[in-house]
């Protein structure tokens, strides 16, 4: 009998390491185009923005993003710092659209010379980190992202509405 409940207590570890061994290196999500910007509030500290935007999660697992804080560069220079504030969770083999809900900061410029880096045919780029979980997996992931401009102008559209 003691032998039976040495194996027993083991299936736990067992199932532990068949867990984490299945969880491999996570595919990339794709994203789609920002929409229906909602700007949410507007003050000295930034501008809050609830957004819609298109993810595919092609992983056969949930994946819960948090924490992102990302600069938006033109060139070498930071024109602002967008930072989540709201968990997005996808599910594994999922496409959707989720709100997004963030803060965007304007380094010390204004948010005039914002709006005129993205009405130009600027080269927009993101880089930053985001933090990712998965079941018993957490880390940070690097972001970035070369000419995204596209991508950004209906938040500041948003913003003009404003």
Do not use: W
């Amino acid at each position: 009998m003691k032998f039976i409940l040495k194996y027993i207590k083991a299936i736990p570890a067992l199932v532990l390491i068949a867990a984490l061994a299945s969880c491999g290196q996570p595919k990339d999500l794709n994203f789609g185009l920002v929409h229906n910007v909602n700007v949410k509030s507007f003050t000295t500290g930034g501008i809050t923005i609830e957004a819609t935007l298109p993810i595919e999660n092609p992983n056969g697992y949930r994946i819960k993003a948090q924490n992102a804080d990302v600069s938006v560069l033109a060139g070498n220079k930071e024109i602002a710092r967008i930072k989540q504030n709201l968990p997005v969770t996808l599910p594994g083999n999922s496409k959707g659209e989720y709100t997004i809900n963030a803060t965007i900061s304007v380094g010390s410029g204004s948010i005039m010379s914002l709006m005129s880096v993205f009405n130009s045919n600027a080269d927009l780029n993101l880089n930053g980190t985001a933090r990712i979980s998965s079941f018993l997996v957490h880390r940070d992931v690097q972001i970035h992202q070369t000419g995204v401009q596209n991508y950004l102008k209906p938040i500041i559209s948003g913003m003009k509405l404003f």
